[in-house]
């Protein structure tokens, strides 16, 4: 079945940096949609970053030149490498595939069929 692990969490100081991972299996992974959504204390989930196949991106506004998606597809694994962080960073970080290439924009959380466990961010003043 499909599973996705993701790592990388923790606690930093504003400005700081950390690369979450996502281990994938279960399914094809180089022919799926990748995406990393997170949701803060007291808010909704929402799109922080895809890439897909081609490895082409896209960013929230809010994280535009601070963060990076990546993904290498002989190890099957998507990162997120998240530099000069904010305290409003902090949430839970969600990975999410859409192997079936649903419907929606990539930053839609209904285009994606498969989500990990989340790690948790947190990002002190």
């Known amino acids: 079945q499909v599973q996705l692990v993701e790592s990388g969490g923790g606690s930093v100081q504003a400005g700081g940096s950390l690369r979450l991972s996502c281990a994938a299996s279960g399914y094809t992974y180089s022919r799926s949609h990748m995406a990393w959504f997170r949701q803060g204390p007291g808010k909704e989930r929402e799109g922080v970053a895809a890439?897909?196949?081609?490895?082409?991106?896209t960013y929230a506004d809010s994280v535009k030149g601070r963060f990076t998606i990546s993904r290498d597809n002989a190890k099957k694994t998507l990162y997120l490498q998240m530099n000069s962080l904010k305290p409003e960073d902090t949430a839970i970080y969600y990975c999410a595939a859409d192997p079936a290439w649903g419907l929606g924009r990539l930053l839609q959380q209904s285009k994606y069929a498969y989500w990990g466990q989340g790690t948790q961010v947190t990002v002190s003043s």
């Open positions: 890439i897909v196949t081609d490895g082409s991106t």
